[in-house]
């Protein structure tokens, strides 16, 4: 892949919110997991844990913990992105929390091209209510639910989502 093939891929991937019922593959879903497990790690701790979610049952409840968000029903496969909080304090202590949240966020991004890889879709959801989530997923203490990413196969929206011009995020030495 050369650059502008990389950039094109990147630009063709959207948030999917319409899914059809079409299922993951097993095949499919590790290729997935693999991809998270490229991401780069504060001390390469791998600070992030994931837990797969196909369940109908637990969608429906993980989708109102979503504020009834639909796509959390809809999407066949839920991948719950959690940020391992033991595994980096205990190198880093309070630094830790923030690397464990860095570290869940890298491998939710690697996973979300992964699935644009495999031409399937996603969208990562970030409104939630936590406690319910944990409480639904049974998560232990340590560990903080940071996205759900959904992932199936669905409709992409016709037109790509603009974002701000690149100078508004760059600085140029100082702020
Ligand atoms: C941290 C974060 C939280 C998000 N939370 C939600 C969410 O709760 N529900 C949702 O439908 N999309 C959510 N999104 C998706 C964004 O709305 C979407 O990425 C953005 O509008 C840009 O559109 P695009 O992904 O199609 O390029 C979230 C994305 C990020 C990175």
């Known amino acids: 892949m050369d650059s502008s093939e990389f950039y094109e891929f990147l630009v063709s991937r959207s948030s999917v919110r319409e899914y059809t019922g079409q299922k993951v593959t097993a095949e499919q879903l590790s290729y997935i997991l693999d ?35 639909p796509h959390v029903r809809d999407a ?34 690697s ?23 944990k409480h639904i997923l049974g998560l232990p203490v340590h560990v903080r639910p940071v996205a759900i990413l959904c992932v199936g196969r669905g409709h992409p929206p016709g037109s790509y989502t603009e974002r701000m011009p690149v100078g508004e995020h760059v600085h140029d030495s100082t702020w």
């Open 76 to 109: 066949p496969l839920l991948l719950v992105v959690c940020a391992n909080y033991i595994r980096s304090m205990s190198r880093y202590g309070e630094r830790g929390i923030l690397y464990a949240v860095q570290d869940a966020t890298i491998a939710c991004t």
């Open 35 to 69: 991809c998270g497990c490229t991401s780069p790690s504060a001390g390469n701790l791998e600070a992030w844990d994931v837990v797969v979610v196909s369940s109908e049952e637990v969608r429906e409840l993980l989708s109102d913990a979503a504020y009834q968000q």
């Open 111 to 133: 996973m979300m091209l992964g699935v644009h890889a495999q031409r399937l879709h996603s969208c990562w959801v970030g409104a939630f209510d936590e406690e319910e989530v």
